[in-house]
């Protein structure tokens, strides 16, 4: 049994070394072949002994999935050391957290029963079981996922608490493939889409958005100066803002409140064509030498 609470340990520590790159595939049928330790409460007069089995699941979505497990524990008399065996069986679901993670940890809760095989002269003992506990699934490909197992088994008729832990290794079998529907046809399923009404032929971001490429807050489709540079106010156009109308976008203006119909220069301020001090538009002289 110490050579089992081992190799339990050693593979619960995998599966936070490991590099994964795999999740919970919804609508999938699996494997989980397992072996572990058994601990039986008073009330059967058995010892540890070692189980294994197996578990058939299929996940109804990421999050959940049901199990059928069956396992077989090699165990004895406490007393005489006798050999006995005991075969278990259950129905469980299962709750998972973090699907979408390679290092998934879950809940389960199920209900079944066991059979304990008693030496030549002792009747067999068939009780309903209760169970419930956790585990870790731990995803090593899209196919493969090592797994670790508690459960408390309360067996009703002896009013036993028994504990059982497992560990093992568990293999998709196959998964029925979910057509995601993509109304806008962006490219970015419904389910995942944050702008769902993208008109036809919009390039999108993972959200399922119109691009803005320059930050300006207007889309690159209705963005007619697409290379804006960052911070700079723009028009419903996204092109950058002349308050004045003067020719000189507000970025670049050194005269912002250029009265209307004024001629200005490169900086947006008003003309001084000779130079003499006074702006064109008020210069009644104005070639002045």
Avoid: W
């Avoid at 309903?128 to 670790?148: H, I, Q």
């Avoid at 540079?229 to 003067?246: E, N, T």
């Amino acid at each position: 049994m110490k050579k089992i609470n081992s190799l339990f340990i050693v593979c619960l520590l995998l599966a936070f070394v490991s590099p994964g790159n795999a999740e919970v595939k919804e609508k999938a049928i699996y494997l989980s072949p397992f072996v572990g330790g058994y601990h039986f409460d008073g009330g059967f007069n058995l010892d540890d002994g070692l189980v294994f089995g197996a578990r058939l699941g299929y996940t109804t979505s990421k999050s959940t999935a049901v199990e059928a497990v069956v396992e077989y524990t090699d165990t004895a008399l406490y007393e005489t050391g006798i050999a006995a065996s005991a075969i278990g069986y259950r129905l469980e679901g299962l709750y998972h957290f973090m699907a979408e993670k390679d290092l998934v940890p879950f809940l389960a809760i199920g209900l079944g029963g066991v059979v304990v095989d008693y030496p030549s002269g002792v009747e067999d003992d068939t009780q309903l079981v209760l169970g419930y506990g956790g585990g870790l699934k731990y995803f090593l490909s899209d196919d493969v996922s090592l797994r670790g197992d508690v459960r408390h088994l309360f067996a009703a008729y002896e009013k036993d608490n028994n504990l059982e832990y497992t560990f093992g290794l568990s293999f998709l079998l196959g998964e029925k493939k979910v057509v995601e529907i993509d109304s806008d046809k962006d490219g970015v399923s419904d389910k995942k889409d944050n702008c769902p009404n993208t008109p036809p032929g919009v390039i999108v971001d993972a959200d399922g958005c119109p691009l803005d490429s320059d930050g300006d807050g207007v889309t690159d489709d209705k963005d007619k100066c697409p290379d804006t540079p960052r911070g700079v106010k723009v028009d419903a156009d996204g092109c950058p803002l002349d308050s004045d109308g003067d020719g000189v976008t507000d970025d670049k203006d050194k005269c912002p409140n250029t009265p209307r119909g004024v001629k200005v220069d490169a900086d947006g301020c008003p003309l001084d064509s000779d130079g003499d001090g006074v702006t064109d538009d008020k210069d009644k002289c104005p070639n002045t030498p």
